[in-house]
């Protein structure tokens, strides 16, 4: 069994700052990407970034220069840095791990999402 949680959301100001964490714990082989996805109140979810295992990274242009996503390899975790953050990033943001359980086996992970509020 895999399980995957996202903590470290919360409310800010504009202009403020928070790290979210996802955790992913378990029958864990290696990962092949870790990513960022939220969901705005009467939005479809959307991409905010995405690591593979290579190392290469993949951003929602309403977020470049602001978030960064960053991995521990040795602690199955995912992070994603939000800097200046605006009203428009109010949000439920949900991790997705994708992990390798067995060799050639691979599927997709969620957790139950962190909220994110800015607001003055």
């Known amino acids: 069994q895999v399980q995957v949680v996202e903590s470290g959301g919360g409310l800010v100001q504009p202009g403020g700052s928070l790290r979210l964490s996802c955790a992913a714990s378990?029958?864990?082989?290696?990962?092949?990407?870790m990513g960022w996805y939220r969901q705005a109140p009467g939005k479809q979810r959307e991409l905010v970034a995405t690591?593979?295992?290579?190392?290469?990274?993949n951003y929602a242009d309403s977020v470049k220069g602001r978030f960064t996503i960053s991995r521990d390899n040795a602690k199955n975790t995912a992070y994603l840095q939000m800097n200046n953050l605006q009203p428009d990033d109010t949000a439920v943001y949900f991790c997705?791990?994708?992990?390798?359980?067995?060799?050639?086996?691979?599927?997709?992970?969620g957790g139950q999402g962190t909220q994110v509020t800015v607001s003055s």
């Open positions: 997705n791990a994708r992990l390798y359980t067995a060799p050639g086996l691979w599927n997709d992970y």
């Open positions: 378990g029958n864990i082989l290696s990962i092949v990407e």
């Open positions: 690591l593979n295992s290579g190392g290469a990274r």
